[in-house]
């Protein structure tokens, strides 16, 4: 606990950091790029199996991969716990390509 300010000081930012978010962004362009989807199932990574690029290459893994280390951020940073949400979590990559 920081002792001018009394906030606890949790030893990183809570935000995912700049370089993670351009990674992100550019997986989730390059799947759009190969996008056949409706424009409803354009943010569904699971209808991009069907409808979009598929996962015929490392173009929507990676995508899946990225948008759960976004959207988890402050939970992936420990190993122990990404682990565990990574097996139990369906929007993990390894849960959307059973």
Same mark, same amino acid.
């Given at each position: /606990? ?9 030893? !990183? ?7 993670? /978010? /351009?990674?992100?962004?550019?997986? +989730?362009?390059? *799947?759009? &790029? %190969?996008? @056949? ?8 990574? @699971?209808?991009? +199996? ?5 996962? &015929?290459? $490392?173009?929507?893994?990676?995508? *899946? ?7 988890? !951020?402050?939970? *992936? %940073? ?6 565990? +949400? ?5 929007? $993990?990559?390894?849960?959307?390509? *059973?």
């Amino acid at each position: /606990m920081s002792k001018s300010s009394g906030a606890v000081d949790s030893g !990183y930012c809570p935000l995912p950091d700049r370089k993670l /978010m /351009m990674r992100y962004i550019d997986a +989730i362009k390059e *799947v759009w &790029y %190969q996008d @056949n989807c409706h424009t409803y199932d354009r943010e569904n990574l @699971n209808a991009q +199996i069907d409808c979009g690029c598929g996962d &015929y290459d $490392s173009t929507l893994p990676t995508a *899946v991969d990225l948008r759960f280390q976004v959207k988890y !951020y402050p939970w *992936v %940073q420990n190993e122990d716990v990404r682990t565990c +949400i990574r097996r139990i979590l369906p929007d $993990s990559a390894r849960n959307v390509f *059973v």
